[in-house]
C-alpha cells in the first residue's frame, strides 16, 4: 500500500519559516506530478505548489515571490515545501499530493494526512 508522510508544521510566528516534507513509499513505480495544498478553517482547499517529475514547478499567486519553494528528491521520493516570511493568512492545514504509477502500471492520485502550519505571535 502507497502512502504519503509529512511532516515539518507546527507553529511559528510571522515573518518565520518553516520547511514540509513528504515521501512517499510503497510499491511505486514512478511518481508523476507532486504538489501542496492547504485549507484554512471556513475555506476551500487551495493549490499552493505544484512540481513536476522534470522539475517544472507552478505557483499560487499568494505565495509568489519566492516565499515558498517547491522542490523534490527523486531518489528519495520526497517533495518539499520552504516556507519564508510566513504571514497569519497562511496559517491552514497543508496536504501533500502525488500522483503515483504502482508497479504493474496502475496510475493512483494519493493525498497526505494533512499537517497543521500555524502562524502567529
Known amino acids: 500500500q502507497v502512502q504519503l508522510v509529512e511532516s515539518g508544521g507546527g507553529l511559528v510566528q510571522p515573518g518565520g519559516s518553516l520547511r514540509l516534507s513528504c515521501a512517499a513509499s510503497?510499491?511505486?513505480?514512478?511518481?508523476?506530478?507532486m504538489g501542496w495544498y492547504r485549507q484554512a478553517p471556513g475555506k476551500q482547499r487551495e493549490l499552493v505548489a505544484t512540481i513536476t517529475s522534470g522539475g517544472r514547478t507552478n505557483y499560487a499567486d499568494s505565495v509568489k515571490g519566492r516565499r515558498f519553494t517547491i522542490s523534490r528528491d527523486n531518489a528519495k521520493k520526497t517533495v518539499y515545501l520552504q516556507m519564508n516570511s510566513l504571514k497569519p493568512e497562511d496559517t491552514a492545514v497543508y496536504y501533500c499530493?502525488?500522483?503515483?504509477?504502482?508497479?504493474?502500471?496502475?496510475?493512483?492520485?494519493?493525498w497526505g494526512q494533512g499537517t497543521q502550519v500555524t502562524v502567529s505571535s
Open positions: 499530493n502525488a500522483d503515483l504509477v504502482l508497479i504493474g502500471g496502475r496510475a493512483y492520485d494519493y
Open positions: 510503497g510499491s511505486i513505480f514512478n511518481i508523476h506530478d
